[in-house]
T-cell receptor, first 114, second 114 residues
Framework: AQSVTQLGSHVSVSEGALVLLRCNYS??????LFWYVQYPNQGLQLLLK??????LVKGINGFEAEFKKSETSFHLTKPSAHMSDAAEYFC????????????FGAGTRLTVKP | DAGVIQSPRHEVTEMGQEVTLRCKPI?????LFWYRQTMMRGLELLIY????????DSGMPEDRFSAKMPNASFSTLKIQPSEPRDSAVYFC????????????FGPGTRLTVT
């Protein structure tokens, strides 16, 4: 069964600094990988996803993630943090051929300091 | 589209009472998911449906929890009797039937059991 591990339950950066949120996955087959964001008092919404092809995936709000099979990683980055990026971020994995079995990581709370 | 609709947004009840949470998925979506989110346990998948049929309810904590989907546009999650440890935010999500399909989350129902 697939699973994801998010390293660091809390990450704090200064406004304008690089954002790096880490995600490692475990899957017996090449997976589909997702990043979701949750703003306070809201549901999760998709930031980006990797399915196949180009390993660098660009998402909304300037975020991107790179699929690295050799490292079983899918880290999320943004070159310059904005105050509005403060939220909780979830990495998720879905087994190919089974779109309903999506497993979420524990989440990383991002704080952006002025 | 209005997105996934959940009601109520907040529910406060006393221990032992029955609680019913409601969800209207996005029209045309084949899958419906119920999740529970707590600080301690993160985001947990409780049950999901495909074409109104429950597929996997292994995440349902115990017999006090039940879920139904009588038609494609409505689902309920019932807790009877409720206990303080059921206090959490409950999310409903829906998705299309295709590989790597995004799950669309509702705003959640914040349940407090006193």
């Amino acid at each position: 069964a697939q699973s994801v591990t998010q390293l660091g339950s809390h990450v704090s950066v200064s406004e304008g600094a690089l954002v790096l949120l880490r995600c490692n996955y475990s899957s017996s087959v090449p997976p589909y990988l997702f990043w979701y964001v949750q703003y306070p008092n809201q549901g999760l919404q998709l930031l980006l996803k990797y399915t196949t092809g180009a390993t660098l995936v660009k998402g909304i709000n300037g975020f991107e993630a790179e699929f690295k099979k050799s490292e079983t990683s899918f880290h999320l980055t943004k070159p310059s943090a904005h105050m509005s990026d403060a939220a909780e971020y979830f990495c998720a994995v879905s087994d190919r051929g089974n779109n309903n079995d999506m497993r979420f990581g524990a989440g990383t709370r991002l704080t952006v300091k002025p | 589209d209005a997105g996934v609709i959940q009601s109520p947004r907040h529910e406060v009840t006393e221990m032992g009472q029955e609680v019913t949470l409601r969800c209207k998925p996005i029209s045309g979506h084949d899958y419906l998911f119920w999740y529970r989110q707590t600080m301690m346990r993160g985001l947990e998948l409780l049950i999901y449906f495909n074409n109104n049929v429950p597929i996997d309810d292994s995440g349902m904590p115990e017999d006090r929890f039940s879920a139904k989907m009588p038609n494609a546009s409505f689902s309920t999650l019932k807790i009877q009797p409720s206990e303080p440890r059921d206090s959490a935010v409950y999310f409903c999500a829906s998705s299309l039937h295709r590989l790597a399909a995004e799950q669309y989350f509702g705003p959640g129902t914040r349940l407090t059991v006193t």
